[in-house]
């Protein structure tokens, strides 16, 4: 079974600044990845999504994410971050195959100061 | 507008009281599922409905039940409620359980059972 890692349980970040939030997998081979970004009250938006191709993924908003094999990770990131960005961001993995679920980490929450 | 709908959006239950989530999609999607989240326990699968007529258990079903009453709608049922089970609740819809879709989240109900 496939699982996730989000180390990170809060991150503080100067508007402005770069941001990386760290996502690690665990399954025996390349699995589907994602982020989503929930709000305050809001439900979950999905960001970005890779499954295959360009281990360099571009989403919404200006993140990117890049996958890489070697280290079973999947790092959000962002160059210049903004105040709207404050929120809770949550690494999910499935399987490729039809009867997959999404396995959520237990995510990560971004105060962004002025 | 398109997307998953929940209700209610917040709902206060007393210990042994019961009470149906319901949710309801317009996208057309064929698989729908229900998730609880919890501080720092991410978001947790309780049951989904790969397609209209079949549901199966996630990875906490123990004090649910749902219901797929069409393709349109995926129901979660608290029998006897506990304070365990007080939480965030979502629904999510994909196109098909093929996780390269990803999923489409409602915006939750909170659920505080007293």
């Known amino acids: 079974a496939q699982s996730v890692t989000q180390p990170d349980i809060h991150i503080t970040v100067s508007e402005g600044a770069s941001l990386e939030l760290r996502c690690n997998y665990s399954y025996g081979a390349t699995p589907y990845l994602f982020w989503y970004v929930q709000s305050p009250g809001q439900g979950l938006q999905l960001l970005l999504k890779y499954f295959s191709g360009d281990t360099l993924v571009q989403g919404i908003k200006g993140f990117e994410a890049e996958f890489k094999r070697s280290q079973s990770s999947f790092n959000l990131r962002k160059p210049s971050v903004h105040w709207s960005d404050a929120a809770e961001y949550f690494c999910?993995?499935?399987?490729?195959?039809?009867?997959?679920?999404?396995?959520f980490g237990t995510g990560t929450r971004l105060q962004v100061t002025l | 507008n398109a997307g998953v709908t929940q209700t209610p959006k917040f709902q206060v239950l007393k210990t042994g009281q019961s009470m149906t989530l319901q949710c309801a999609q317009d996208m057309n999607h064929n698989s729908m599922y229900w998730y609880r989240q919890d501080p720092g326990m991410g978001l947790r699968l309780i049951y989904y409905s790969a397609s209209e007529g079949t549901t199966d258990k996630g990875e906490v079903p123990n004090g649910y039940n749902v219901s797929r009453l069409n393709k349109r709608e995926f129901s979660l049922r608290l029998e006897s409620a506990a304070p365990s089970q007080t939480s965030v609740y979502f629904c999510?819809?994909?196109?098909?359980?093929?996780?390269?879709?990803?999923?489409?989240f409602g915006s939750g109900t909170r659920l505080t059972v007293v």
């Open positions: 999510a819809s994909s196109f098909r359980t093929l996780v390269a879709y990803g999923y489409t």
């Open positions: 999910a993995v499935g399987a490729p195959g039809t009867a997959s679920k999404l396995t």
